[in-house]
């Protein structure tokens, strides 16, 4: 969403970010949905915890205006001018962890964080650099036991920052986790039927590794068209499915 009062960064509309979450709800409301989930980076810092706190309190008055319950991700941008805990407070969530899985018919939905450091501290305020980025040892043990209990067959994965392998320049794509390769290796050797939903890259994307497909939401906030809300609706029924598609 990259939310930001009154801001526009280059192409970067941040303060149509709002309007464009009303639409978003306007359009959700006229569906029958179970839940909705926002895939991170909810505001652009402007380096100020009071700034950011209040843009982010804005969002999740905005995420009032959803009829059906709602995840929200952590980004790497919301983290810029403090802590986890303190985004968590902001946003008037209070969950055990930033990582955590749910089921629901017969599907089971995980939300991952890889806002990490490679010596497994979290991101936070002045500790960390966007493009090195961790799936944490204590979660990727967590990760392989959730696949490994799971009686559910379809898996959903949530993640702000990519596990799907991608070049850039001849080098891993800065919105790859860098240790991806473990991630998907453990994923694949799970033989469930999974998809993995990201944010993080703007572009959007969407390929298939080792049988299992990645998708990448464009980012929100990009031009002047607040009518431009790219988003997924995705059924289930005894496969997964991507059954409406603006993205
Ligand atoms: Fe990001």
Request: glycine share 6%; aromatic share 12%; hydrophobic share 35%.
């Amino acid at each position: 969403m990259h939310y930001a009062k009154e801001l526009t960064i280059g192409k970067r509309k941040c303060g149509l970010s709002l309007l464009r979450l009303k639409n978003i709800a306007d359009d959700f409301n006229g569906r029958n949905l179970d839940f909705c989930i926002c895939l991170g980076d909810i505001i652009t810092s402007v380096q100020d915890f009071n700034t950011d706190t209040d843009n982010i309190k804005a969002v999740a008055e905005g995420f009032c205006d959803f009829k059906m319950p709602h995840h929200i991700i952590l980004g790497n941008h919301d983290l810029e001018a403090m802590s986890k805990s303190d985004y968590y407070i902001a946003f008037g969530k209070n969950p055990l962890r930033s990582y955590y899985s749910f089921a629901l018919k017969d599907t089971k939905f995980i939300v991952l964080d890889a806002n990490f450091n490679e010596d497994n501290s979290d991101y936070c305020k002045g500790n960390y650099n966007w493009t090195e980025s961790y799936i944490n040892a204590e979660q990727f043990n967590w990760l392989e036991n959730e696949l490994n209990l799971s009686i559910e067959e379809n898996i959903i994965i949530f993640t702000h920052q990519n596990l799907d392998y991608r070049l850039s320049n001849g080098k891993l794509d800065a919105c790859v986790a860098k240790n991806y390769n473990e991630v998907e290796k453990l994923l694949e050797k799970s033989n469930k039927k999974i998809k993995v939903f990201q944010g993080h890259y703007h572009n959007g994307d969407n390929q298939v590794i080792g049988g299992i497909e990645y998708i990448t939401l464009k980012a929100l906030c990009v031009g002047d068209d607040i009518n431009y809300i790219p988003r997924l609706i995705v059924s289930i029924e005894d496969e997964i499915s991507i059954s409406h598609m603006d993205y």
